[in-house]
Each structure stands twice: as C-alpha cells, then as structure tokens.
C-alpha cells in the first residue's frame, strides 16, 4: 500500500480524529434566538463592550469557547485572570446572571436580564466571529 491509498488515509484519520477532537472544544448551540440578542445587546452591554476594540470592557466577538481573561489588549481583574474558566454558553449563562457571584472579584456589573434575554444574548454572541477588523 503506498501514502496516498485510500485505506491508509481512512485508517490514519480513523486512529487520528479522537485526538483531534479531544483537543477543539465542542459546545451545543445556544438555544436563545441571536436577532434577539442582538438587540438585547445592544440596549445591555454594548455601552461597555464594543464588536472592534476595547471600550470599558473587551470586545466580545469570538468569546463564546474562548478562556476568561485571554484576550490581549485588556486589563482583566485579576479575579477573572485567575477563575480558569472557558466561556461555554452554559458558563456565559451562569456569568450573566450573576457575574460577582461566579467570580467574587470581577468588574462586570450584574444585568438583571432574564433568562430568555440571556440565551438570545449568548445565542448572538456566538454567532460573531473573528476576522478582519475584529479581535
């Protein structure tokens, strides 16, 4: 059998995949409705996070499967920096209800949004991705 047969390659990616897949984060899609979130977004939290840039707190695209505190170019509390936690939805769920109560020591003010606003809040947020222009 040479490199390129068939075989050879469906047995590599068969041997390889679960190590692949244990290494990449896999979420289930947030159940909120994200054209809702949009809007709760911006009427929440777009006077402190911005889509481009840092304004008085970082830019939230590409948060969601991203660790808490890793975006370069923000000053995050050192309670933030040191939760170890990965921003899965159900992670931002519990956060946005009730940011201090998750990481005593965080900056990030509680909401008041309610549970539906909150999905429809993640749901958004997931569907904003990295690229030109944005973080």
Not at 6 to 30: D, H, N, S, T
Not at 43 to 67: A, N, Q
């Amino acid at each position: 059998m040479s490199r390129g047969d068939p075989v050879v390659l469906a047995v590599a990616l068969a041997l390889a995949l679960p190590g692949i897949a244990a290494a990449v984060p896999v979420f289930a899609a947030p159940a909120g409705d994200a054209r809702r979130g949009e809007a709760v977004f911006d009427s929440y939290c777009s006077d402190c996070h911005g889509l481009i840039g840092v304004r008085m707190g970082p830019s939230l695209v590409g948060v969601v499967g991203r660790r808490a505190a890793s975006l370069a170019g923000y000053d995050f509390s050192a309670a933030l920096a040191g939760s170890g936690l990965t921003w899965t939805p159900a992670n931002l769920d519990r956060f946005l209800a009730g940011p201090r109560e998750m990481v005593a020591g965080t900056s990030m003010e509680t909401l008041h949004l309610s549970r539906r606003d909150r999905r429809a809040v993640i749901a958004y947020l997931a569907s904003l991705k990295a690229g030109p222009g944005r973080p």
